[in-house]
């Protein structure tokens, strides 16, 4: 890991860990370096703005304030691109347009070099240009899935049948290159997918969706993760 990526990372596990701190040993063991390298980048961090403090003593260690403005973000320009590419690559993800809005904000503050060096990496990596599916259908399910409403969908099946259903979502999942909706099908009476695409008219009730969990939707497969995992410390 080059510097300038873990000091991104360190600055992430002391934000992470609050108000108990982190030990010099503890920090040095995460990132796979001297303790006398964890402090000359809690130095650096110091030395940038950002507010790290020190507690010393058993039970010390180091941590930064809660009130505290991060510093500005460092990425390499392979990490600016990575986020362009992986946006880029998946227009029909959930909230895929609040992704792309949030990396432009994230280029937005990047220092003018590494800016330039992404945007000519940027121009290396090809993405497949073909139109996503239907916004106004997305950002129904998005809102409706982020609020646990029931909605009203119109869906045609690989086979071609068309019905209206209501559906309580329940979670988004993606495989074999296709995005579902996955929910309690109120008349079917059971957990179903839909494929994303394939619904053609969606509008979001008032009506709560009753508490269908993402475990009733089955064991998901052996290399199945959500997008956010919760690393151990």
Known sequence: MKRAERLHALTEMLRRNGTRGC????????????VRTVKRDLAALASS???VWS????????????????????????????LLAAVSAARDAPY???????????????DPRTRERAADLGRRVWVDGSPPSSRAVRSVLEEAMAEQRTIRIRYTSLAGVTTAREIE???FASTNG??????WCLLR????????SRIEQARMTN????????????TPPANARPVHGHRSE
């Open 23 to 34: 030990s010099a040993d503890r920090l040095a063991a995460e990132f796979e370096v001297s």
């Open 49 to 51: 703005g950002a507010a």
């Open 55 to 82: 507690r010393p003593g058993p039970g010390g260690g180091y941590g930064l304030a809660s009130s505290a403005s991060l510093p500005p973000i460092s990425l390499s320009p392979a990490q600016a691109v990575a």
């Open 96 to 110: 895929a347009d609040l992704a792309s809005a949030g990396v432009q904000k994230i280029m937005d503050v990047l």
């Open 169 to 171: 979502p329940v979670m």
């Open 178 to 183: 296709r995005w579902y909706l996955v929910g």
């Open 189 to 196: 009476d059971a957990m179903r997918w839909f494929v994303v």
């Open 207 to 218: 009506v709560a969706c009753s508490g269908h969990s993402v475990q009733e939707v089955g």
